[in-house]
């Protein structure tokens, strides 16, 4: 690496201009409400295509200057690349913020996803149904709920992680992390299912917010009383008419402006923190000083106190017993001989202590389970109790009651939400410093930490509360208080209003995103009837998503059971995590070479797990609501496959797709792969001697390392003749080259043509080998040798052609040199370096080729290194951090060096190579020559040049070169004979050809061959392999041969060099 640079400084292009390409990656397409993926690439519509360096340095690559851009181009437009959130602008913002400044992002791990999975996570579930679910499953029981649940967010997590580091995540997040691995069909169907989800969660939040209110801060407030023991029925009406006020309260705040909801967004999470520190504290509180809540027990039976405040059935006044009130709720009158309920007059009223503290013992009692029915007692087993010889009522008597039947699946449902949040991190994308190293870190981070509060929290309740507190849902046996306020400290209000303020704020976050999630489908266009949900106010706000997602709302509102929304949102969820899994298992499977996350703790058995454990919970927590969900998303799946538009996102089951047989064949030959799926499908042109035997077997190794048994290969050759009377040599080559094959280990098909010319074979071979969408992208094949030789049948000009074709249609074009060198399959390299010089940029195939080969264990061990070039008016320092930062979001691991190559004066050791080179082309041109005239003309010029220039003496070398054989070409004879055949002869031309000027664009192009050869040898020669942009032949083919030496001379002095051609498409992306 170069420790220091001339530093050049950069005139400033404008404001302007600055502001223009900056948004060249951002500006939204019709249809789509994100970013686009190829901004900073040659397939971008916005490239400047005026910009063509005038210089002599690059002057071998200025015709293609309009179309692959300099890299020096490209860096300063990734540099200049800025993903924006996709969020909203808010009308409020001061006038400052018209000038639109791109603010870097500068949330780090803790703040942009940490804190915000946290608040996430932590909700309502954790304050209102974490203590009945201890009480009701037991401590054995809850905790494998809660690690059940715990394992799937991390399994999940762990996939989440792999996809969004595998490059820049734009702001959508999960549901364009899901759509873009798995395609616009599972991402809409799972998008949809996700956005329902959220709004799910926003009803359960809003009814957990109005329970709070009206059981346990004013009980006072409620609209509908109960009457006749028809108190669950009045509290689900309050419910309703509270929820829906509060939904339209809420709706109008995000409306008005979402900048508020995110203010507010740290005060609440204030607010859970403070109240998990509260449960903490108290629980130490309860070693040394337990809290006095005292529950009074009739035998075995739990009262409710909400009737009456004295525990016995007579107390002493003034030596005088008197009856309580608990007395007459079960007697029909307040005298001692008044008629009771049996089960009131045989057992006793004893009062024990309802948190007898951490070191009591009382987690052994509640280690197992006690489900019970709808309406039944809630009783403490361990005491004795007499029932009577018949069975009495217990409606309209104050005994604690359940709710709802309990069983262990039912309670796996309404746990679930409470570990959802997992995706908070990865929908701030847009927003991190760093998303490629926060949102692994800061997910998991927030995981573990939820999940080992959830955990303590379950062994602490056990051990801290008594059992029949722990099954009564509304803390009616403790004065109304919240159960788990009843351990908090310093006082049960903490946890009260903690939790209070915890679910209006995930409420509103939830009708905050949920909007944006709905937009972000409809602007995507994948389903239509959505289309009109993409549009908002001015400043960017989702009016329409707004009100349908208050109108869904309002849905599980009306519901009225938090119990039974929370499973709902449970499949919603669980369907979304399980497609996440699912496409990180797909991505890993196939092994796409844009699979490359930077997240390396995942495999796809861990994916796999993941899955099926998202797909057992939903049957496990109701089998008919995830039925439901799956025929919903099975319904939107099959809408959006029928009706919506076409969208390619490079996706996972797409390239799985490619794997597959007819079906497959039919779907993919609609167009080409997305560059994510991009892989070298390699058509090999193999050469064959006379015996039909491979010239140079050490292709196939290279093909089989490049390639390594992924993707599709053919191997093609030609024969020259008639088909007809070539079928038996073609059987003979056909085998040698499968027999090549199978000890290359070369997977791939083999494919012989016959034509009457080499040159029309190749050309056939080029455009129909393949099916399909199973055709070759890539074309390889080894340097013509002796290109300057007549008698090779590959001749130069057949080169030539061949090059021009590929670039015709659109094909990648590799030309390995010195073939014969190349490593077998069977080599080891221990050390040495792969050394890429990225000269212009044609599509990416320079950064991708490095990584595929080092995939092989005969590269595994060698390094890459990229070369780029910095001219006269580059900053040299700046290209290097805009290289790395490139190679940084390619997740490509690479020494970045920049060679700086000012102009110089063209050297005479140039001028007369070029002058070597045309004076061999204007001979071959004007004189019929035979083949052994046109080789000893050759060394003639050669012998001349590198002599004296005396034209006598070159005649003397010609003259002794072959006396006996042929008339020498340069003797008077031959040239007055010359004259007598033709009299128009161009005499003056042969007695001119060592006196000509060589044509200066030839000059400026050897002089960038021969000065980037000597930059290249200086860095390079001692790597194991050097790949190099290959130029493109000169549009007019009258300079064929020179291009054949500019070439030559370019790759001179090299061990082992691959030119690379790029296909004219981009193959490589920095996206997920």
Not at 251 to 269: H, T
Not at 445 to 452: D, G, H, M, N, R
Not at 742 to 766: M, N, W, Y
């Amino acid at each position: 690496m170069p420790t220091n640079f001339t530093v050049v400084p950069v005139e400033a292009q404008g404001e302007q201009q600055a502001e223009a390409a900056a948004a060249a990656g951002r500006e939204p397409q019709p249809g789509d409400g994100i970013p686009r993926e190829s901004s900073p690439f040659i397939t971008n519509a916005d490239m400047d295509k005026g910009i063509i360096y005038e210089g002599k340095n690059m002057a071998l690559f200025e015709e293609e200057m309009d179309s692959n851009p300099m890299v020096s181009s490209l860096l300063n437009k990734l540099a200049n690349y800025t993903n924006l959130t996709q969020g909203v602008i808010e009308h409020e913002a001061d006038e400052d913020s018209k000038r639109r400044e791109i603010k870097a992002p500068r949330m780090g791990t803790f703040i942009g996803v940490y804190l915000p999975c946290l608040q996430n996570i932590l909700g309502v579930i954790l304050f209102l149904r974490l203590t009945w679910i201890v009480g009701t499953a037991g401590v054995l029981e809850s905790f494998i709920i809660v690690f059940m649940c715990c394992a799937c967010t991390m399994l999940t997590a762990i996939s989440m992680s792999a996809i969004a580091t595998n490059g820049v995540v734009p702001a959508g997040g999960s549901y364009y992390m899901i759509s873009r691995s798995l395609g616009p069909e599972f991402g809409g169907a799972v998008g949809l299912c996700f956005y329902l989800g959220t709004t799910f969660a926003g009803a359960m939040y809003i009814l957990g917010t109005i329970e709070i209110l009206l059981t346990y801060i004013s009980p006072s407030a409620a609209i509908f009383k109960s009457e006749d023991g028809e108190e669950a029925e009045a509290m689900l009406n309050n419910m309703r008419v509270y929820g829906t006020c509060i939904i339209a309260l809420m709706a109008i705040v995000v409306f008005v402006g979402v900048k508020y909801v995110n203010k507010l967004a740290l005060v609440f999470l204030a607010c859970v923190i403070l109240s998990i520190i509260a449960i903490y504290a108290g629980v130490i509180k309860t070693a040394f000083d337990p809290p006095d809540f005292r529950i009074c027990l009739l035998g075995n039976r739990t009262l409710s106190r909400r009737n009456f405040d004295t525990c016995a059935k007579f107390t002493k006044i003034d030596n005088k017993t008197e009856t309580t009130r608990l007395w007459r709720l079960f007697c029909d009158s307040a005298l001692l001989n008044a008629t009771c309920d049996e089960y009131f007059s045989l057992n006793n009223v004893t009062e024990i202590q309802g948190i007898p503290g951490v070191s009591s013992g009382v987690l052994i009692d509640n280690l197992w389970s006690t489900y019970s029915d709808k309406g039944s007692v809630v009783e403490k087993r361990e005491l004795p109790s007499l029932t009577g010889t018949e069975e009495t009522k217990v409606a309209g008597l104050p005994y604690v009651f359940t709710d709802i039947m309990t069983f262990f699946t039912m309670l796996v449902g309404i746990y679930f939400p409470s570990v959802t949040g997992i995706m908070a991190g990865s929908n701030r994308s847009g927003d991190l410093k760093d998303a490629q190293k926060s949102i692994p870190t800061g997910t998991i981070l927030a995981i573990s930490t939820t999940s080992f509060i959830y955990l303590s929290c379950i062994v602490l309740f056990g051990a801290c509360i008594e059992g029949v507190i722990l099954r009564d849902k509304f803390g009616e046996a403790v004065n109304g208080n919240l159960v788990i306020g009843t351990l908090a400290w310093p006082s049960p209000w903490v946890i009260v209003i903690g939790s209070f303020f915890s679910t209006c704020g995930a409420g509103l976050q939830s009708l905050t995103g949920a909007p944006r999630l709905l937009q972000a489908i409809s602007r995507d266009g994948i389903v239509p009837f959505l289309h009109v949900f993409g549009h908002g106010k001015a400043n960017g706000e989702p009016t329409w998503a707004l009100l349908l997602t208050a109108c869904i709302c309002e849905i599980g509102i009306l519901i009225a059971s938090l119990d039974s929304v929370a499973p709902i949102l449970s499949m919603f969820f669980l369907m979304c995590y399980m497609f996440v899994n699912l496409a990180c298992a797909v991505q890993t499977l196939l092994r796409t070479p844009n699979w490359r996350p930077r997240f390396k703790f995942y495999h796809w058995t861990l994916s796999f797990l993941g899955m099926s454990l998202c797909l057992a919970l939903m049957f496990i927590c109701s089998w008919y609501y995830a039925l439901i969900a799956m025929v919903i998303a099975g319904c939107i799946y099959k809408y959006i496959e029928y009706r919506g538009a076409e969208k390619e996102w490079g996706d996972g089951i797409r390239g799985l797709s490619l794997n597959a047989a007819r079906y497959a064949l039919l779907r993919v030959e609609a167009g080409h792969p997305h560059t994510k799926n991009w892989r070298p499908q390699v058509l090999v042109l193999l050469n064959l001697d006379s015996e039909q035997l491979v010239k140079h077997p050490r292709l196939l190794s290279f093909t089989s390392q490049l390639k390594a048994g992924k993707g599709l290969t053919i191997v093609g050759s030609v024969l020259q003749g008639i088909y007809l009377d070539k079928c038996v040599e073609v059987q003979k080559a056909e085998e040698n080259v499968k027999s090549l094959m199978a000890i290359e280990k070369t997977k791939g098909f083999c494919q012989i043509v016959v034509s009457p010319s080499l040159r029309d074979g190749v050309s056939h071979l080029i455009q129909s080998a393949g099916l399909g969408g199973m055709k070759h992208n890539t074309v390889l094949m080894a340097w013509p040798q002796s290109w300057k030789l007549t008698d090779n049948p590959f001749s130069w000009r057949n080169f030539v052609d061949t090059v021009r074709e590929t670039t015709a249609a659109q094909q990648a074009l590799l030309v390995a040199k010195n073939i014969d060198l190349f490593p077998a399959n069977q080599e080891r390299f221990s050390e040495g370096n792969i050394d890429v010089w990225w000269i212009v940029h044609d599509g990416g195939m320079l950064m991708l080729l490095p990584f595929l080969i080092r995939q092989h264990k005969v590269w595994r061990k060698c390094k890459m290194r990229i070369f780029t070039v910095a001219q006269m008016d580059d900053n040299s320092i700046q290209m290097k951090k805009d290289l790395q930062m490139f190679l940084y979001h390619l997740r490509l691991n690479a020494e970045v060096e920049v060679v700086e190559m000012f102009e110089n004066d063209i050297s005479a050791f140039t001028y007369e190579k070029t002058l070597v080179m045309e004076q061999r082309s204007q001979m071959l041109k004007q004189m019929q020559l035979s083949k052994n005239e046109r080789e000893r003309e050759a060394q003639l010029i050669h012998d001349r040049n590198t002599a004296s220039h005396s034209a006598a003496v070159v005649q003397a070398n010609a003259a002794a070169a072959a006396p006996e054989r042929v008339q020498m070409t340069w003797t008077k004879e031959k040239l007055v004979s010359e004259k007598h055949k033709n009299k128009e002869t161009n005499l003056t031309g042969f007695k001119d050809i060592f006196n000509l000027k060589p044509n200066q664009t030839n000059v400026r192009r050897m002089h960038t061959a021969v000065k980037l050869n000597g930059v290249v040898l200086n860095k390079s020669q001692d790597a194991q392999l050097v790949l190099l942009n290959m130029p493109g032949p000169p549009k007019s083919k009258k300079g064929d041969e020179n291009y054949m030496e500019f070439l030559e001379v370019l790759t001179d002095g090299l061990n082992r060099v691959l030119l690379v051609r790029g296909g004219g498409r981009e193959v490589i992306t920095i996206y997920s």
